[in-house]
């Protein structure tokens, strides 16, 4: 039985743009996560609440992740 994992990238399936509503929450950083590691998904946007507006990523939330936020996603 051949099982694929669902990081294998298909060359024939394009990049798609995706965004996060609920961003800053321990829910939306998880779907941040899953997304920054998939390989067919573009982290293209995120959304948060009032408070968060005009703040870099990494300055309007409070990381709950095991895995450590890389630079890319908090710029």
Same mark, same amino acid.
């Given at each position: 039985?051949?099982?694929? $994992? *669902? @990081? ?10 995706? /965004? ?19 390989? $067919? *998904? @573009? ?10 507006? /005009? ?21």
């Amino acid at each position: 039985m051949d099982v694929e $994992h *669902f @990081t294998s990238k298909k060359p024939d399936f394009p990049k798609k743009k995706c /965004g996060v509503l609920g961003a800053t929450g321990s829910v939306g950083q998880r779907f941040i996560l899953l997304l920054a590691l998939h390989p $067919h *998904f @573009t982290l293209q946007a995120v959304g948060a609440s009032e408070r968060s507006a /005009g703040k870099k990523y990494k300055d309007a939330v409070r990381w709950k992740q095991a895995m450590p936020m890389s630079k890319q996603l908090g710029s």
